[in-house]
């Protein structure tokens, strides 16, 4: 099923305000030919105005989609406040305003679980900085689903309840310094590229 | 844990609702389907192969179903500043009609619909507007009937009024008691709560706006197009149409009939 999209390879970003910093870095750090789909899921206050893709990504490259926009590989979207982000097999994405999961909603386990259900071992998930266990259910499925599943190392996350919960709980994770979650991810991308083109 | 339902469980219940039931579910948005689904096992504590016993030997359980399955989530002035284009872009124009006619179209729980008679009143214009409010599921529109709003999501409710530009004190329109705040019979008043299924009625009446914010995004693409057809035939001639700051008219063969009232807040006009 997971053959029928044109997405390859899918990075889900979880975190909360704490994980503002990496994500400023990360996308200062991926290069323009980056060609992975990046989906970031943060906790963030509702009924607000907010220019937080702007703040976040400021060259421009980070939107916040529309309900059945279709994600394009390069593609970097950031979960709108006050919905929650899934995706469809064929690439698609769809919001949903369901209950709060976590006191959250956007909920990372939301776009998470939807992620490995749907695109399996092309997943790739990132547990940053965060001061709830949301994220963790649903790196849980990333990996059972075959993904790949990083971790900010709590030692360097401004909250480590997220990163933390995830250790103790889930196997097969991988845990790093934010630097080093970047590195890994544009790493993944170039060998990506190179085993397709040989 | 929520329960989990794979695709392949998923389109065996599609097609047995279609079998059993003659509705169609397969215009659903999948995704969205699944998790509301497995929340619903989960939920009643029942299996999937318990979910397609019932189905199949009870008839007066799909309606139940189909009821659970639809989203009630809703809050009073969700996206206050939706609120504030309306009193600056729209209010202006309704204001020339004698009688104002507005469908909220799923109005779930009904605190959209007393949002907008608040506006209106505060714009001097609820006593000549008719509101119609719809909704699938019975049971939201008897709370809605009554006026029933959680005790506990005022406090957020009144914090979007104030962004929204309200200027009365928000507490005059509501009484407590106990658990829930009752919502002021001359807010309701000229409020008309009735049951609609967007996906299987019809026209029932011509407005000059129609609301249908964050329901369209529960359909698949051609759903979605059908229903805004529904709404685009429900307008008067310059009509408005509301729908959620992260919904989209683009996706829909009926684009080109709306000029682009407020993009940021999802207001359009059908064009002469």
Redesign the interface.
Known sequence: ?SGQSHIRNLVVIGGSMGSFPVLLALFASLPQEYSATVIVVVHRPK???SQLEQMLCPDGRLK??????IMQPGGFYLA?Q??HL????DGTI??????TINYSRPSID?TF??AA??FGTRVTGVLLSGANKDGV?GLGAIISHGGRALVQDPATAMSAIMPGAAIEKLDGIEVYAPEEIITALIKSDIEYKNGKTE | ??G?I??DDLRELVTLVKSQHNYDLGNY????L???VG?YLSQCGISFFELKYRLTNNQDFFPELLEALS?N?TEM?????FYRALKEKVFPILATYPVIKIWHAGCSSGEEAFSMAIMLKEAGLLHRSRIYATDISREMLERAAAGIVPLHAMK?NT??YI?AGGTEDFSEYYSARYDYAIISQEIRKQIIFSQHNLVTDYVFNEFQLVCCR?V???FN?PL?DNVIGLLTQSLAPLGFLAI?????L??TSHYAKYATVDAQNKIFRLRG
């Open positions: 099923m009924n607000v105005k916040e989609p529309d309900d059945k926009e709108p006050n919905y899934l995706v469809e097999p769809a919001l949903d305003t369901a209950e939301a679980l939807s259900t749907a259910e | 844990m929520m989990e794979s695709d948005a999948a995704a969205s699944k998790r509301r929340r989203v989530v002035f969700r996206d206050p500043f957020d914090a979007n962004s964050n369209l995004i529960y693409r979605q959620g700051l992260k919904e989209s683009q996706f």
